[in-house]
């Protein structure tokens, strides 16, 4: 069954993958979409503030704010895949109806959408967009949040809502350097189950006795890098060094498992050879060993008597379908 889904999901166009470029954060930015492993852009021709739901609602960054057109975060390149979409109430763009790819009369310097989404969390100066210092929107800037009483639920919270999973670590001095601009949350208090940072607790917008020396940070577990949060270079987390995989000792299971963990359904295609560009530090020195069934990587049996010598040109990645089982059926 994962067979065939995965060649309609690849071939046939069923689902893809969808990301918000040149934004600031994930949930804002130049909207791009992934068809035959390639990246392209949507024409603006009749976009609207149906089809930003419809994207806002895929990545999980909340609801539509704005829908732009004329390329308001600059032009994209490659092919412009959709055009005339015409969304609904659809769980994914590649759901929604749409004219031909190749027969549009678009531009990239006059038609490139974007839009922003009421998600308004992002991590900043870290080496990926699942770590760094936390920041929060408000009122239309970005502002750092003081690391009072911060630590794993508030994280927790944090690395969901980004969509990265799991929290490895929590940093309340300004491990990723101080931020600048407004300290908009201080003393702020979270369960750990809210679905943003913004449900926490806390004494209200910029109400603080802080300074930027204390700016918190989070790094979450595993990582996708140089694609988008469904697909890129697999890289893992050992102590605070994050590595990557060699091709020649990932297979379609430990795929299984990434894509799970990120939230990101099955696996599309595992691709060798640096496809997503060559990492730095470490190779993963141990091969994993995954079922399938686990619920992250970190969770998979690992064997140390590896057979290959691995360079950065080996370094592995991972298409993910960008939908999970549940929304299929």
């Known amino acids: 069954m994962a067979t065939c889904i995965n060649i309609c999901l690849f071939y046939l166009g069923c689902s893809g993958s969808v990301r918000l470029v040149d934004?600031?954060?994930?949930?804002?930015?130049?909207?791009?979409?992934?068809?035959?492993g390639?990246?392209?852009?949507?024409?603006?021709?009749?976009?609207?503030?149906r089809h930003a739901a419809v994207v806002c609602r895929e990545l999980r960054c909340g609801e539509a704010v704005d829908a732009l057109s004329d390329a308001h975060f600059g032009s994209g390149s490659g092919p412009i895949w959709m055009s005339k979409v015409d969304c609904g109430n659809e769980s994914q763009i590649h759901f929604c109806p749409t004219s031909s790819s190749l027969k549009h009369n678009c531009?990239?310097?006059?038609?490139?959408?974007?839009?922003v989404c009421a998600g308004s969390v992002r991590l900043v100066d870290g080496s990926s967009r699942c770590d760094g210092r936390v920041e929060v929107l408000h009122r239309g800037q970005w502002g750092t949040v003081c690391g009072n009483s911060w630590d794993m639920r508030h994280a927790a919270v944090v690395c969901g809502e980004m969509?990265?999973?799991e929290a490895l670590?929590?940093?309340n001095h300004a491990y990723f350097g101080p931020?600048?601009?407004?300290?908009?949350?201080?003393?702020?208090?979270c369960s750990g189950s809210e679905s943003t940072l913004k449900n926490c607790i806390s004494p209200g917008w910029g109400k603080h006795d802080c300074d930027h020396n204390k700016d918190a940070g989070v790094i979450c577990r595993v990582r996708l890098v140089g694609g988008s949060h469904c697909s890129g270079r697999v890289e893992v987390l050992h102590g605070d060094t994050w590595s990557?995989?060699?091709?020649?000792?990932f297979d379609q299971q430990d795929a299984e498992v990434v894509c799970r963990e990120l939230g990101c359904g099955l696996p599309v295609e595992v691709l060798g050879a640096a496809a997503f560009g060559k990492g730095e530090g470490q190779v993963w020195s141990e091969e994993?060993?995954?079922r399938g069934n686990e619920s992250q990587i970190h969770s998979c049996p690992t064997s140390s008597s590896l057979k290959h010598n691995c360079s950065h040109d080996n370094d592995v990645g991972v298409v993910c379908a960008g939908i999970s089982l549940e929304q299929l059926w």
């Open 23 to 36: 934004g600031g954060s994930r949930c804002a930015g130049r909207v791009e979409v992934l068809h035959r």
């Open 38 to 49: 390639q990246w392209g852009t949507v024409c603006g021709n009749g976009w609207d503030m």
């Open 107 to 115: 531009s990239h310097d006059i038609i490139d959408t974007g839009l």
């Open 163 to 165: 969509g990265c999973e």
């Open 169 to 171: 670590h929590a940093f």
């Open 179 to 189: 931020g600048s601009g407004p300290i908009w949350m201080n003393n702020v208090y």
């Open 244 to 249: 990557t995989v060699c091709d020649a000792d």
């Open 288 to 290: 994993f060993q995954c």
